[in-house]
């Protein structure tokens, strides 16, 4: 394997504004796709069409406050956030690609390899308010059909439920033990 560019930071935190659950959603159906979205949102009814998807994601992207009233709303709210979670892990995690060189093939590799990340931790309101976050946070892991996909394999899926961390990084620079008791409280494994 080349790898190519320069090392990645082994830590490093980023806030994916434009994937934001509530006012991007429709950026977040634009770029993840509506028919992958229709899927992940699969209902026992199987009765939800890309025209509620676009209803739904128009409404909640003016009225960010809306909780999700029933069964193929909180379905479609489940699959908007795992698709969001997807997109954000696709741009931090590098890829693999195949280059024809005059010594034969080789795989390239651009960006970072996360796939021996131990773990994936969750926050947001999706997450901590909806009923099913291992779904949404599992967006974040390889799915197992790209065999170059760089995306974390085997991570442990954590989930802060209480919406604090946020501030332990900052905590952490006047009192790391109690950042890590905070840290370590608020965790929750899915």
Do not use: C, W
């Not at 976050?133 to 599992?138: I, P, S």
């Not at 974040?140 to 995306?151: I, N, Q, R």
């Amino acid at each position: 394997m080349v790898v190519r560019g320069l090392p990645e930071l082994r830590l490093k935190r980023t806030v994916e504004g434009d994937l934001g659950m509530r006012v991007n959603a429709p950026t977040i159906v634009e770029r993840f796709g509506r028919p992958k979205l229709l899927a992940l949102a699969g209902t026992a009814e199987g009765d939800l069409a890309e025209a509620d998807i676009d209803r739904y994601t128009a409404h909640v992207s003016v009225r960010t406050e809306h909780v999700p009233a029933d069964d193929r709303e909180r379905s479609l709210d489940h699959a908007l956030g795992r698709a969001a979670v997807r997109l954000a892990m696709e741009r931090h995690a590098g890829h693999v690609r195949e280059v024809f060189t005059a010594t034969g093939m080789v795989l390239v590799q651009e960006g970072k390899d996360l796939g021996e990340v131990a773990a994936v931790v969750g926050v947001g309101g999706v997450l901590a308010h909806g009923r099913d976050a291992r779904f949404v946070l599992e967006g974040a892991l390889d799915s197992g059909t790209d065999p170059y996909s760089l995306l974390p394999r085997r991570a442990a899926l954590y989930l802060d439920r209480q919406y604090v961390l946020y501030g332990i990084g900052l905590l952490s620079t006047i009192a790391p033990e109690a950042a890590l008791a905070t840290a370590r409280h608020v965790l929750a494994p899915l």
